[in-house]
């Protein structure tokens, strides 16, 4: 099931949201037990990537008894050539359980062929699948 960009799966509240020019990243989150969630939409730029950084820092910090965090990219359209490097920032966040990516068909063939930069702990086709990975199956 596809759901609106500003929309985020049940139990999930507004956490973020940092716009761009011609990108967006909805952040969503939930206490019990931690998740970070993103939506990602339009250009993903370096500079919205350094604000999901700083937000998931945060987050972090807060929970630091674990935390999982997902990205959706199904709204991607174009990514910027460094962007593949930032999960590796990501997936260092202290306490971080699993590093969740929901990914269409081309962006999931790029992560296998750049497989040794872009590391997610699992990738998915679908939000349920994320879902049922972070345990709210």
């Known amino acids: 099931m596809t759901r609106s960009p500003s929309s985020f799966p049940a139990g999930f509240a507004q956490h973020a949201l940092f716009k761009k020019r011609f990108g967006t990243l909805y952040l969503g989150s939930r206490s019990e037990p931690a998740c970070l969630w993103t939506r990602a939409v339009g250009y993903i730029s370096p500079g919205l990537l350094r604000q999901e950084l700083a937000c998931a820092e945060e987050f972090a ?8 965090f997902v990205v959706d990219t199904r709204g991607v359209r174009l990514i910027n050539p460094i962007n593949p490097f930032w999960p590796r920032r990501m997936i260092r966040l202290p306490g971080l359980l699993s590093y969740v990516a929901i990914a269409p068909r081309w962006i999931r063939v790029l992560a296998w062929i750049g ?5 997610p702990t699992h990738l998915v ?3 349920a699948e994320g879902l049922a990975i972070v345990g709210y199956s």
Do not use: A, L
Not at 115 to 119: D, K
């Open 61 to 68: 910090k807060r929970h630091p008894g674990g935390w999982h």
């Open 115 to 119: 497989r040794p930069i872009f590391r």
């Open 125 to 127: 086709r679908t939000e």
